[in-house]
């Protein structure tokens, strides 16, 4: 691992941020939550939120996809999605749902300059909960020209977090 230049857990925990949190609405799959934590620690954002029925955890499924990220990457559990987005609101965080909704703003064209946001990811099938969309600052979605206009929740978080980074490492 030495010569990968990998950080130990603690270091990692202690680094330099992007103040970005991810907000996850009811996600059921377990793999889906570790593929979040693996993905937050890839670009170094600030911590998950993990909403609902959303799995915690420990959990050994969670773990698996995680390969470890749980250990570097800070994250708590709301019993709501709009107790989180609260939360993110009152820590100085814009709120966005990564939702495709009739006025949602193309993902390329958010020109992210590195203040805080909060992204929240909807359940794998009903999306972002109604709510929640109301109260957000915007809608953001990723540009899609296939016929089913979907993408899984994990894919969807590692290119919405890749486009915020290409856009900071731009500047």
């Known amino acids: 691992m030495d010569e990968l230049q990998r950080m130990p857990a603690s270091e990692a ?27 937050a620690d890839a670009f170094g954002i600030e911590e998950i ?14 773990r698996k996809t995680a390969l470890g990220a749980t250990e570097t990457v800070k994250w708590r559990h709301f019993g709501t999605t709009m107790a989180a ?46 709510g929640v969309l109301t109260k957000a600052d915007a809608s953001i979605e990723i540009p899609q020209w296939g016929a089913k206009h979907s993408l899984n929740v994990s894919v969807c978080m590692g290119v919405v977090l890749w486009e915020l980074a290409r856009q900071t490492l731009q500047k």
């Not at 939120?49 to 969670?62: E, S, W």
Request: charged share 20%.
């Open 85 to 130: 987005a609260d939360t993110a609101r009152d820590m100085g965080y814009k709120v966005y749902a990564v939702e495709q909704t009739h006025n949602s703003l193309p993902l390329q064209a958010l020109n992210w300059t590195n203040e805080p946001v909060a992204l929240v990811f909807g359940n794998e099938v009903a999306g972002v909960q109604e």
């Open 49 to 62: 939120f993990l909403c609902g029925y959303t799995p915690v955890p420990p959990h050994r499924d969670i």
């Open 13 to 39: 925990r202690a680094a330099s941020k992007f103040p970005v949190i991810l907000i996850l609405d009811d996600i059921r799959s377990m793999h889906n939550v570790g593929a979040a934590f693996r993905t």
